[in-house]
């Protein structure tokens, strides 16, 4: 008899006990900010090895704190407060978790020293570049998207003096390819703001002029390939004058074959071979080798037009600057 009391007396507090112990462990998962509460499933033995492990890592880190070269792990109660409780987003797969921050930290400073002598020295211009753009008299670039020619920093553009497209092999494509960046953009800084120049910017070891030197009539229809045969024209034309020459030797040639087709597709735009015509714009060509850091200017010859006899065209003011 007194056993069987004693089953009943357990069986009655493990009742009361059970609804108690839901409410406490939802109250828990709660406060910790999990976005799954699912995680209540999960075998108590479990969650307080892991949090154990934890504190283990965290107090091993905390004793030898004064190496730089160890990244801090957050506690466990650091965990809790936090919007994110596991921390899987903060590090996504890098191997240094510091790497991403020191990064924007860099960034942060290069801002800050941008901010304080550029911006503040210079205070008087940028104000005046709050009410509008006003390149008419400098430039609109067109230019590769390498990140070794930036021309801001080759031939020292400041804010506002250059209106800017960046893509892969600087090409621009005639106006029957149809609508791109690069064509919006051109409308924009010739129809808009009334640009007197433009200049595209070609260079030394162009990645998008080596694909297209070395593509094949394979049916590949990639981004890359499929833009850069905006060049085949250039392509053509070295494969044919320099086809005894190396790969790399044609590929220089064809970098410069490339600006100066650019320049021609550029008077398929009426808008702008009207303007070219009558000398309210000029087009440039310009080429920047950075193996050796020289960078050659040319002007296209409108008047002179086009020797197609000689499949080349004219240009004029021809400058190497090194």
Not at 146 to 157: A, E, H, Q, W, Y
Not at 263 to 278: D, F
Request: charge should be neutral; aromatic fraction near 10%.
């Amino acid at each position: 008899m007194a056993w069987f009391i004693r089953f009943k007396a357990r069986s009655l507090v493990s009742a009361t006990t059970r609804p108690l112990r839901d409410v406490l462990d939802s109250f828990h998962c709660s406060q910790s900010h999990f976005s799954d509460c699912s995680v209540r499933s999960f075998p108590r033995k479990w969650l307080r090895s892991k949090a154990m492990r934890l504190n283990e890592v965290d107090d091993i880190q905390s004793e030898s704190s004064s190496s730089p070269e160890i990244t801090r792990r957050p506690s466990v109660s650091a965990l809790k407060a936090s919007n994110n409780p596991l921390g899987l987003e903060e590090f996504p797969h890098v191997n240094d978790p510091g790497e991403k921050l020191n990064l924007f930290d860099e960034l942060k400073q290069r801002f800050l020293s941008f901010k304080k002598h550029k911006y503040l020295e210079e205070f008087e211009h940028f104000q005046a570049l709050k009410e509008a753009q006003t390149p008419k008299k400098q430039f609109m670039v067109i230019a590769c998207a390498d990140s070794r020619v930036c021309p801001s920093t080759i031939l020292g553009f400041r804010p506002g003096e250059a209106f800017m497209i960046r893509n892969v092999a600087n090409l621009v494509p005639p106006l029957e390819n149809g609508p791109s960046e690069t064509n919006a953009a051109l409308e924009f800084a010739v129809k808009t703001l009334e640009v007197e120049n433009i200049l595209i910017i070609g260079h030394s070891c162009c990645g998008g002029i080596q694909t297209l030197m070395s593509m094949q009539d394979n049916g590949d229809s990639s981004f890359i390939k499929t833009w850069v045969t905006n060049g085949n024209i250039a392509k053509n034309r070295t494969e044919s004058a320099a086809n005894h020459l190396s790969f790399d030797q044609k590929c220089r040639i064809c970098e410069k074959e490339s600006i100066n087709r650019s320049l021609l597709n550029l008077l398929t735009y009426p808008w702008i071979e009207e303007r070219v015509k009558k000398e309210l714009v000029f087009v440039h060509g310009g080429y920047y080798d950075f193996l050796n850091c020289t960078f050659e200017k040319w002007t296209l010859d409108f008047k002179g037009s086009i020797d197609e006899e000689r499949g080349r065209i004219l240009v004029k003011d021809q400058q190497l600057w090194c």
